[in-house]
């Protein structure tokens, strides 16, 4: 029955493998009432992309070519707004997400902070394993010094 495989092909797929195309072109090809499974895709693994589309509607309609878009007209930038200082502080209460959040972080704030700093004297070490043989100087490439 051949309408199955026109529905197939309007719902993406052809001979049960999937269509590759995007959103944008499934609706163009949608309007224009075109079967996908029709439409011989261009670009990698076969998928069909907006030209495909175009070009195939141009060959139905006896066009040589698909219509070319028109190029968009350049949007020149407004200048940024101009912010004006606030005239006076305002107080908003707190809720959502952002209590949460409050409520987090001064919890965090009132965990005292540690740290540890220790020094050891390492001359004599040093100057042991200079003396040495070479056999140590691999086992003290790993010590570090300031």
């Known amino acids: 029955d051949d309408s199955t495989g026109e529905e197939e092909g309007r719902q993406g797929f052809s001979k049960g493998k999937p269509i590759l ?13 075109v079967n996908l499974a029709d439409v011989r895709g261009t670009h990698k693994d076969g998928r069909v992309l907006k030209t495909d589309i175009l070009r195939y509607i141009a060959s139905l309609k006896g066009e040589s070519s698909p219509p070319t878009p ?12 101009v912010q004006q200082a606030v005239a006076e502080d305002r107080v908003e209460k707190i ?16 965990i005292p902070t540690f740290g540890f700093n220790d020094e ?3 001359n004599a070490l040093v100057s042991y394993v200079r003396r040495s043989s070479a056999g140590f100087k691999s086992v003290f490439a790993c010590v570090h010094w300031r």
């Open 21 to 33: 195309t995007t959103p944008a072109v499934r609706r163009l090809a949608r309007e224009h009432n």
């Open 70 to 81: 028109t190029p968009p007209t350049p949007v020149t930038p407004s200048p940024p707004p």
């Open 120 to 122: 050891v004297d390492m």
């Open 95 to 110: 809720v959502g997400i952002r209590k949460a959040m409050v409520k987090t972080m001064t919890a965090a704030n009132e």
